[in-house]
């Protein structure tokens, strides 16, 4: 099922290349790019840079999608198109101010201690956009690229090798390694330069930056309250919308690491769509900062309890609404289902976690969005089940996952999870406003002459 889907969507990418490059910058604030980024531009859309000639960059992240993903797929299939990937791809949109992984980062709220912050990929092990690139390239399970000599080659026969040396330099390709670290210069200047990775064309910049006008709907509105209420969701407080490091601001960041205990992705969800095939594997946990894609801080034995086990990087929310696949491993698809699992993740963990089937008493049937249809009264729920039990120590209970103070990570210790069975903090209508504001995050907003005057997100 997954694997049909996800040739769908592979072929559905024809033809996307060029003529999409071509359109990305016909932004008229667009200056020239450099030689660098031009090569870059290239490269991203070059599917020969892949394993079977099959897979560019922009097949996982698509310009017409925030350069995300054009599915709702979990994972996506690789060059092989045999293999899935291991956790869910991101858009690439407004990446460039990302700082540079830091065991003890400074907080951009000025307020919050230092903390694990900053880094490419949801466990920040890519120090750089450059350095990034090489990632993708040669991961069987991507573009499939046996070596970094294969990739070189692929340059150096293609269609911009004049360009590449006129950028890079005419002796660029005598040496493999210098080559195809130019290669992830190129592609770090196009994500830098092009401002199709950051347009800042969304209703809320329109809004909060007041350009042109465009005022917020009043749900739209009570949504944006509610983001930054330190009482009721705590949004802000790890999607932080102040100024960055760089200065620009708006992003939903402030680039820390949180263990929210995400359900696993795997076959235990009734009719699971598309499980990731790592997790078949009952011993394999993806988790995050502590390995095992990131290296440097791994546990001794899955046993031993370890502070970063669990943790991902808080996502830039900017395009979320455009996006089908929610959390590092992509359990989720939809927005409401986002909300929903802050909401209910410990006052009703049946909803989200497997439950021990050795219970007794009658399923009930729980709300559509939940990812567990029926549960079983009275039974154990394995909660936090993406996680080995030495590490689930670590999972968060800020608000608006626990109870206790928002807004203030320092204040974590008067905090404790919510009791199963008590009253969610959200309530349908607060969910559904939040909605509504995420929604407001999409670039390409058009004002239109005639605003609605009824339906969804207005009133
Ligand atoms: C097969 C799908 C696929 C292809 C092809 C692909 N990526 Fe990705 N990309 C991903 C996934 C999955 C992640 C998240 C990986 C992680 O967190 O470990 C990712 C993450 C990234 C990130 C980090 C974003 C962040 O928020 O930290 C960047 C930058 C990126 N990709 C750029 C590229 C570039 C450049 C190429 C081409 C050279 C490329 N990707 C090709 C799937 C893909
Ligand atoms: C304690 C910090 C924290 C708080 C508070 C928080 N988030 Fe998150 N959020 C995260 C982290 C970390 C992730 C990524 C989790 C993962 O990948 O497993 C995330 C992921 C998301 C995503 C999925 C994005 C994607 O592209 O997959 C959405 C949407 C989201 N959060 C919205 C919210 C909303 C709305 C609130 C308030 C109700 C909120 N968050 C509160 C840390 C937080």
């Known amino acids: ?40 531009q290239l490269a991203f859309f070059d599917k020969n840079l892949s394993g079977g000639r099959n897979m560019s960059c922009a097949s996982c992240h698509d310009p017409q999608y925030a350069y995300g993903p054009p ?74 690229n046996t070596s970094k000599d294969a990739v070189v080659k692929a340059v150096q026969s293609g269609a911009y090798a004049g360009l590449f040396k006129q950028a890079f330099g005419a002796d660029v390709f005598d040496n493999t390694d210098k080559a195809f670290d130019a290669l992830g210069t190129a592609i770090q200047a196009l ?14 910049d ?35 919308t102040g100024a960055n490091f760089n200065g620009n601001s708006g992003l939903m960041t402030d680039f820390t690491y949180q263990a929210l205990g995400a359900p696993r992705n795997d076959r235990s969800i009734p009719n699971n769509p598309d499980p990731i095939p790592a997790n078949d594997d009952p011993k394999y946990f993806d988790m995050g900062l502590c390995g095992p894609y990131r290296t440097d801080h791994m546990p001794s034995t899955p046993q031993t309890a370890n502070p970063y086990c669990g943790m991902f990087k ?33 006052t009703n963990p049946e909803y989200w976690y497997p439950a021990d089937k050795d219970g007794t008493g009658t399923p009930q049937a729980n709300p559509a969005w939940a990812l567990q249809p029926t549960h079983v009264p009275g039974a154990t729920v394995n909660k936090y089940n993406d996680l080995p039990p030495a590490q689930q120590g670590n999972i968060d209970e800020e608000v608006p996952l626990g109870t206790g103070e928002g807004g203030d990570k320092t204040l974590a210790s008067g905090t404790q999870p919510r009791a199963p069975g008590s009253p969610p903090v959200m309530t349908p209508q607060q969910i ?28």
Not at 212 to 237: K, W, Y
């Open 191 to 204: 994500e830098t330069e092009d401002l199709s990775f950051h347009p800042y064309s969304s209703k809320y």
């Open 206 to 240: 329109l809004y909060v930056f007041n350009k042109i006008g465009g005022t917020l709907t009043p749900a739209e509105r009570r949504g944006e309250v509610l983001f930054h209420s330190t009482g009721v969701t705590n949004c802000s407080g790890c999607h932080y």
């Open 1 to 40: 099922m997954a694997l049909s889907i996800a040739l769908l969507a592979l072929a559905g990418c024809e033809g996307k290349s060029a003529a999409t490059a071509a359109t990305s910058t016909a932004n008229p604030r667009q200056p020239a790019l450099s030689l660098g980024a031009q090569v870059g």
């Open 71 to 144: 599915n709702s797929i979990s994972v996506q299939l690789g060059s092989d198109t045999r293999q899935a990937g291991v956790r869910a791809v991101p858009s690439l949109r407004y990446r460039e101010s990302t700082p540079a992984f830091d065991d003890d980062a400074p907080n951009p709220d000025g307020v919050t201690s230092n903390s694990p912050g900053g880094g490419f990929m949801a466990d920040g092990r890519a120090a750089t956009m450059a350095a990034q690139a090489a990632l993708p390239l040669l991961n069987p399970l991507e573009m499939n």
């Open 314 to 346: 808080v996502p830039v929310l900017r395009n979320v609404a455009t996006r089908g696949a929610f959390f590092h491993n992509g359990v989720l698809h939809s927005l409401e289902q986002v909300v929903n699992f802050y909401n209910t993740r410990d």
């Open 432 to 459: 559904a406003d939040l909605v509504c504001f995420l929604g407001v995050l999409s670039d390409g907003y058009q004002p239109s002459a005639k605003p609605p005057t009824s339906g969804k997100c207005v009133n």
